[in-house]
């Protein structure tokens, strides 16, 4: 069978579980050919199928995320690799850092940037590719997952630090310092949430869950946001999207004015937070 029929067949059989049949069928056959799915389509239609593709097809009939996989995630275009002690970095959380770019537009670079509940490292690493000379640090709880962002800090951004930490425990900030721009994707996810079987069967709990309305983490980590910026400083935490009015109750019960965007598909996504009342630097106001 040549890679074009294979390609067929296979989309044919993900479609049942997958709504992006397709793609995963491409992305599944470019790594079973190691070359890059630009390359599967301009070269490679009329080769033989690989050995081990059938293989990659079965497991992704059982909602195995194709990132997990192939071991590799893309994030605001940098190459990521990815484990099951990992969340997969999705598309939604670029808008924290586009809206970070947008923050410190016509203004000083963030000196000093943290990422709390790195996973991969995606925001941190994302961050420095903005801001290359800024001191990076990340906090995981996890080794393993810290493991998986240290080796993407090797490839992308050697100079980055990351600790393992844990913001439920006293003392984890210690000697940290204060940071101009503060990250953070914590679990935000309510125990009994219905999630895709690909989620909850294999991304880890620890990354997606905090307590029965998924607010656990932030009533945790917002009231500690103060102590860890700067003056001019700005935190961006992730949420999911009815939460914007709950995480900023708690942002402005820690004494941080507080500000929503939304993500590309319109929904509230990101809250950001600063100990100044004038959020975003001086530009726009405070709340909305
Ligand atoms: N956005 C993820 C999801 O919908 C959740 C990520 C998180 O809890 N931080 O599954």
């Given amino acids: 069978m040549k890679v074009a029929e294979a390609l067929r067949a296979a989309a044919d059989r993900l479609s049942a579980t997958s709504d992006t049949a397709r793609l995963d069928a491409e992305v599944l056959m470019a790594h079973a050919l190691g070359c890059s799915r630009t390359d599967l389509l301009l070269r490679h239609m009329a080769a033989a199928v690989p050995d081990g593709f059938d293989a990659l097809v079965e497991r992704r009939t059982g909602h195995e995320p194709v990132a997990y996989i192939t071991g590799t995630a893309e994030f605001y275009g940098i190459e990521l690799a990815v484990s099951p002690a990992v969340l997969i970095p999705r598309g ?5 850092i586009e809206a970070a770019r947008e923050a410190f537009a016509g203004e000083a670079p963030p000196e000093r940037i943290l990422d ?12 420095l590719s903005l ?32 600790l393992e930490g844990d913001w439920t425990q006293t003392d984890w ?18 125990e009994h ?32 946001l103060p102590a860890l910026l700067t003056a001019r400083g700005i935190a961006l935490v992730e949420i999911g999207w009815t939460q914007a009015d709950a995480v900023t109750d708690i942002a402005r019960g820690a004494g941080m004015s507080a500000r929503v965007h939304c993500d590309l598909a319109g929904r509230k996504r990101a809250v950001e937070m600063a100990v100044s009342a004038n959020i975003s630097l001086g530009k726009g106001p405070a709340d909305h």
Avoid: C, M
């Avoid at 800024?134 to 630090?161: D, L, M, Q, T, W």
């Avoid at 900030?173 to 309510?190: I, K």
């Fill in 116 to 127: 709390l509940g790195t996973g991969s490292g995606a925001l941190l690493l994302a961050a």
């Fill in 193 to 224: 949430a219905n999630l895709d079987a690909s989620v909850r069967q294999y991304e880890p709990a620890s990354a997606l869950f905090s307590g029965l309305d998924g607010l656990d983490d932030y009533r945790i980590l917002v009231p500690q």
């Fill in 131 to 162: 801001w290359p000379d800024a001191e990076g640090i990340a906090i995981e709880r996890s080794p393993e997952a810290s493991a998986v962002a240290k080796a993407n800090a090797r490839r992308h951004a050697p100079s980055a630090r990351i």
């Fill in 92 to 96: 939604d959380t670029e808008t924290l």
């Fill in 173 to 190: 900030a210690q000697g940290l310092g204060r940071f101009d721009l503060v990250l953070s994707n914590p679990p935000y996810v309510e």
